[in-house]
Nanobody
Framework: QVQLVTSGGGSVQSGGSLRLSCAAS????????MAWFRQAPGKEREGVAT???????FYSDSVKGRFTISHDDVKNTLYLQMNSLKPEDTAMYYC??????????????WGQGTQVTVSS
C-alpha cells in the first residue's frame, strides 16, 4: 500500500523560501510521475510541478523559475524547493504519485497535505 507523508509547510514573508518533503513508502517508480499540487480556499486543486522516473520535470507557468521539484531515489522522497514566494502561493500543498503530468484525476495516491502561508 502506498503511503505519502508530507512535511515542510509553514508561514513565511513574501520573497522567502520553503522546502516541502514527501516521504513515499510502498511506491515503485515505473513510467508514472510524482507531482505537487496545491489548493487555495475556494479554488480547485491545481498542478504545480511534476517529475518522472527519468528525472524530467514540468512546471506550471505560475511557479516556473521559482520552484524546483526533485526526488531522492535513496530516501524515496520527493521535494519541492520554493523560492521567491508570493502571497498568491498560499495554499495547502499535496504530493501525489502514480499519475501523469499535472492532471488531478490521473493520480490515485495522495499525501495528507501541508499548509503554506505567504504574507505580504
Amino acid at each position: 500500500q502506498v503511503q505519502l507523508v508530507t512535511s515542510g509547510g509553514g508561514s513565511v514573508q513574501s520573497g522567502g523560501s520553503l522546502r516541502l518533503s514527501c516521504a513515499a513508502s510502498g511506491y515503485t517508480w515505473s513510467r508514472k510521475c510524482m507531482a505537487w499540487f496545491r489548493q487555495a480556499p475556494g479554488k480547485e486543486r491545481e498542478g504545480v510541478a511534476t517529475i518522472d522516473s527519468g528525472g524530467s520535470t514540468f512546471y506550471s507557468d505560475s511557479v516556473k523559475g521559482r520552484f524546483t521539484i526533485s526526488h531522492d531515489d535513496v530516501k524515496n522522497t520527493l521535494y519541492l524547493q520554493m523560492n521567491s514566494l508570493k502571497p498568491e502561493d498560499t495554499a495547502m500543498y499535496y504530493c501525489a504519485a502514480g499519475g501523469v503530468g499535472l492532471v488531478v484525476s490521473f493520480y490515485r495516491n495522495w499525501g495528507q497535505g501541508t499548509q503554506v502561508t505567504v504574507s505580504s
